[in-house]
């Protein structure tokens, strides 16, 4: 749900989908800034912390990884058949 202007605006689209739309169209790689502006262009303001949760939801699924490049930069990748990494315990 979005507030413009005084009316409340409903997402027939849960945001879940929409990063993997999103990952989708950008060849399954992205960098979580440019992933948090096409949210933005979508949802309006969308916080840090509803991000992140979503994005771990995604990664415990199977369906993202997570990778950071440098304390302040992580890399959102899509998962397919052919990547697989394994949790703790599974080698």
């Given at each position: 749900?979005?507030?413009?202007?005084?009316?409340?605006?409903?997402?027939?689209?849960?945001?879940?989908?929409?990063?993997?739309?999103?990952?989708?169209?950008?060849?399954?790689?992205?960098?979580?800034?440019?992933?948090?502006?096409?949210?933005?262009?979508?949802?309006?303001?969308?916080?840090?912390?509803?991000?992140?949760?979503?994005?771990?939801?995604?990664?415990?699924?199977?369906?993202?990884?997570?990778?950071?490049?440098?304390?302040?930069?992580r890399?959102?990748?899509?998962?397919?058949?052919?990547?697989?990494?394994?949790?703790?315990?599974e080698?």
């Amino acid at each position: 749900m979005n507030k413009r202007s005084g009316i409340y605006v409903w997402f027939a689209k849960p945001m879940r989908l929409a990063i993997l739309e999103i990952l989708e169209k950008s060849d399954g790689r992205i960098s979580e800034r440019e992933l948090k502006n096409e949210l933005k262009k979508i949802y309006g303001e969308a916080s840090s912390t509803v991000i992140n949760r979503i994005l771990m939801q995604l990664e415990i699924d199977g369906l993202i990884h997570v990778d950071s490049v440098n304390p302040r930069e992580r890399i959102v990748e899509r998962m397919s058949k052919e990547k697989k990494y394994l949790s703790v315990g599974e080698d």
